[in-house]
């Protein structure tokens, strides 16, 4: 009867650390495959079947500002104005 409660304490002592451990090894499970894709990102080894984009190049050519952006300047320059 002792022995019964010994194997069940210490079942239950392990489900509890399983249960406390399982979100750490969860994330470290992830870091290692982030670490994984990072290393084949520097590698240049894309993923199948994907075509590689060619480097963006900057060019001389003014664009024009976002409408986000307009609307930004308008409102820090109204706030000068208004002090």
């Known amino acids: 009867m002792n022995s019964t409660h ?4 210490t079942v239950g ?5 399983l249960l406390l451990a399982l979100p750490s090894l ?14 084949a990102a520097e590698r ?11 480097a963006q190049n ?3 050519k003014e664009t024009e500002p976002s409408t986000a952006t307009w609307y930004a300047d308008g409102l820090r320059s109204k706030k000068l104005v208004n002090s």
């Open 58 to 60: 900057s060019s001389s």
């Open 6 to 9: 010994t194997l069940l304490n």
């Open 26 to 39: 969860i994330g470290h499970l992830h870091d290692r495959r982030v670490d994984r894709q990072l290393r």
């Open 13 to 17: 002592v392990l489900g509890v650390f």
């Open 44 to 54: 240049g080894e894309g993923q199948p079947g994907a075509a590689r984009k060619p």
